[in-house]
């Protein structure tokens, strides 16, 4: 959803229009107010559903061992070359691994990369350098962009935004002295957090095969066996 989908979202919610100007009813209800509870709802939700983790590729490059991160990147989860998990080694074991001192282990000899380390803000790096074209596969967690502007869509992903809406109109509930409705809410709210959470988790495709590659082992075991 656009921002001005959200506030008419809320409107048809809550059976009324959200003013453009605060006004001085403390009834009154604003787009100004509705804004910040849609953006610090959006940042609870990713908070809790660790929605905003995403997967991207990208291939290597024959003796380079430095790659960037895009630029709304935020924290790094995990990273994989060749379909294959490397390991964090940080730069005082890498030395010790290398022998070499202040980074001269990227002017060897290329291999198979087995470690990723960071040593440049927003970019990580692969050792040995890799010495052919793979791909490098990892997964990170991308920035939280407040909206703003009645056109900015929100980075959480769609499935999602309507849950996240469910904050702030408890918000607005709870204004107009809806108590039990507005707690109701904030309880469906963090319930659809939580559930987006274990969604994304069972949704992720490589542990879905490795999943019903592993039953299918089992199956063909048990038939075997038995």
């Excluded at 790659?67 to 890498?94: A, E, H, R, V």
């Excluded at 291999?111 to 692969?126: A, I, W």
Aim: aromatic share 14%.
């Amino acid at each position: 959803m656009t921002l001005l989908q959200m506030y008419s979202w809320l409107e048809s919610s809550l059976g009324e229009k959200l003013s453009i100007d605060l006004g001085t009813d403390p009834r009154f209800y604003s787009r100004a107010e509705a804004l910040i509870h849609i953006n610090n709802a959006q940042d609870e939700f990713a908070l809790i559903s660790d929605c905003l983790e995403d997967t991207a590729s990208v291939n290597s490059v024959v003796d380079q061992a430095d790659y960037s991160f895009p630029s709304y990147f935020l924290k790094f989860i995990d990273l994989s070359y060749n379909n294959k998990p490397l390991t964090y080694i940080d730069l005082w074991d890498l030395y010790n691994i290398d022998g070499t001192i202040g980074g001269d282990w990227k002017s060897n000899v290329a291999g198979t990369s087995e470690y990723y380390y960071f040593e440049v803000l927003n970019k990580f790096s692969l050792y040995p350098k890799p010495d052919a074209i793979k791909a490098i596969r990892y997964t990170y967690e991308k920035k939280l962009i407040p909206l703003a502007e009645l056109t900015d869509i929100s980075v959480i992903p769609t499935e999602y935004h309507a849950k996240v809406l469910l904050h702030p109109l408890g918000w607005l509930e709870w204004k107009r002295k809806e108590y039990n409705a507005a707690n109701a809410l904030f309880k469906q709210f963090r319930e659809e957090a939580l559930a987006a959470k274990v969604d994304k988790k069972y949704r992720q495709p490589d542990r879905l095969v490795n999943f019903q590659d592993g039953m299918s082992m089992l199956r063909q075991d048990y038939r075997d066996n038995y």
